[in-house]
């Protein structure tokens, strides 16, 4: 294994993140976050990346990101000379624009685990 390529909206969060991250590392193996599941999970992931050690790369997609990504959140992590750091206010740095919501365009899903 040569690069640890890691979802956080798929692979359990932060702290599943941060295992993966951890195990990768002990193998001297740079762990890569993908970005495709929106403007929360791209700011927790540029999070991740800048507190982990063996973070390679953060991968964005620029046409969500310049597009509907900033139809949803107050702020987006900023991408300066090419890299990219997370917004600097509290939590992930933003928060869910007032209508998102209520938005005739939004489909809300949820998703519930019992543990038995």
């Not at 956080?8 to 762990?31: D, F």
């Not at 993908?34 to 540029?46: K, R, Y």
């Not at 600097?88 to 038995?116: A, C, H, W």
Request: aromatic fraction near 10%; charge should be negative.
């Amino acid at each position: 294994l040569s690069l640890l390529i890691l979802d956080i909206g798929w692979c359990g969060g932060l702290t599943e993140a941060r295992r993966c991250a951890a195990l990768a590392g002990a193998y001297l193996t740079p762990v890569a976050a993908h970005d495709c599941n929106g403007p929360v999970v791209l700011s927790a992931s540029v999070h991740f990346c800048q507190a982990t050690p063996n973070a390679y790369v953060q991968e964005i997609v620029r046409a969500f990101y310049y597009g509907w990504y900033g139809e949803i959140v107050t702020e987006l992590p900023p991408i300066v000379d090419g890299a990219i750091s997370a917004p600097e206010g509290p939590g992930l740095g933003m928060e869910l624009l007032p209508d998102f919501k209520v938005r005739e365009s939004t489909i809300s899903k949820t998703t519930r685990y019992q543990m038995t």
